[in-house]
């Protein structure tokens, strides 16, 4: 019984070795899949953001205090 169990071990070591070949093959595809979606979202919210910022008006610093105060020349 000892040699037909090596025998069964050695086939079934045989054919998991390309099923385990496979599966890697196949996370290595999407890892790759997975990183290209990743850099193409990160694209589009750089576009986006910068969008965002060419849309917002230069001019208006209502939002920050340090252009409201008047300055030490206007006193003069």
């Given at each position: 019984m000892g040699v037909l169990g090596w025998v069964?071990?050695?086939i079934l070591v045989a054919f998991m070795l390309?099923?385990?070949?496979?599966?890697?093959?196949?996370?290595?595809?999407?890892?790759?899949?997975?990183?290209?979606?990743?850099?193409q979202v990160?694209?589009?919210r750089r576009e986006i953001e910068k969008q965002q910022r060419d849309n917002r008006k230069t001019n208006e610093f209502s939002d920050n205090p340090l252009f409201d105060?008047?300055?030490k020349r206007e006193h003069f």
């Open positions: 069964i071990a050695v390309p099923l385990l070949g496979f599966l890697y093959l196949d996370i290595l595809e999407a890892k790759h899949e997975t990183k290209a979606q990743l850099e990160q694209k589009l105060r008047r300055s």
